[in-house]
Nanobody, 118 residues
Framework: VQLQASGGGLVQPGGSLRLSCAAS????????IGWFRQAPGKEREGVSA????????FYADSVRGRFTISRDNAKKTVYLQMKSLKPEDTAIYYC????????????WGQGTLVTVSS
C-alpha cells in the first residue's frame, strides 16, 4: 500500500507542470487525496485535495485559479495541474491519502521537487 508522486522539475516563472500521485495496493474510492508542499525553512501547507467519492475539491487561496486537481480512478491516479507558476511555488510536493470519515492523512508518498526559477 503506497502512493507514488512524480512530475516535479525545473520550470520558468509562468510555466506549467503536472504532478501525478499513483496509488498501489488500494483503490481511491473511499479516500480523499491531498497535495501538500513544503518550501525550505517553511512549514508544510495544504495545497489542494479531492474527495474521490464525490469529486469535491479544495484549494488553498495561494493556488486557487492556477492549480487544478483531478482524478482518474481507473488508473488510481490523482493529478495536480499547475499553471502560471511563481517562484514562491518552489517546494517539495507530497501527496497523501485520508480515509473518508477520518480526520488525518495517514498514508504519504515521497515528495517530488518543483523548482520555479529563471
Amino acid at each position: 500500500v503506497q502512493l507514488q508522486a512524480s512530475g516535479g522539475g525545473l520550470v520558468q516563472p509562468g510555466g506549467s507542470l503536472r504532478l501525478s500521485c499513483a496509488a498501489s495496493g488500494f483503490t481511491l474510492d473511499n479516500y480523499a487525496i491531498g497535495w501538500f508542499r513544503q518550501a525550505p525553512g517553511k512549514e508544510r501547507e495544504g495545497v489542494s485535495a479531492i474527495k474521490n467519492f464525490d469529486g469535491s475539491t479544495f484549494y488553498a487561496d495561494s493556488v486557487r485559479g492556477r492549480f487544478t486537481i483531478s482524478r482518474d480512478n481507473a488508473k488510481k491516479t490523482v493529478y495536480l495541474q499547475m499553471k502560471s507558476l511563481k517562484p514562491e511555488d518552489t517546494a517539495i510536493y507530497y501527496c497523501a491519502a485520508k480515509p473518508l470519515g477520518e480526520s488525518s492523512y495517514d498514508l504519504w508518498g515521497q515528495g517530488t521537487l518543483v523548482t520555479v526559477s529563471s
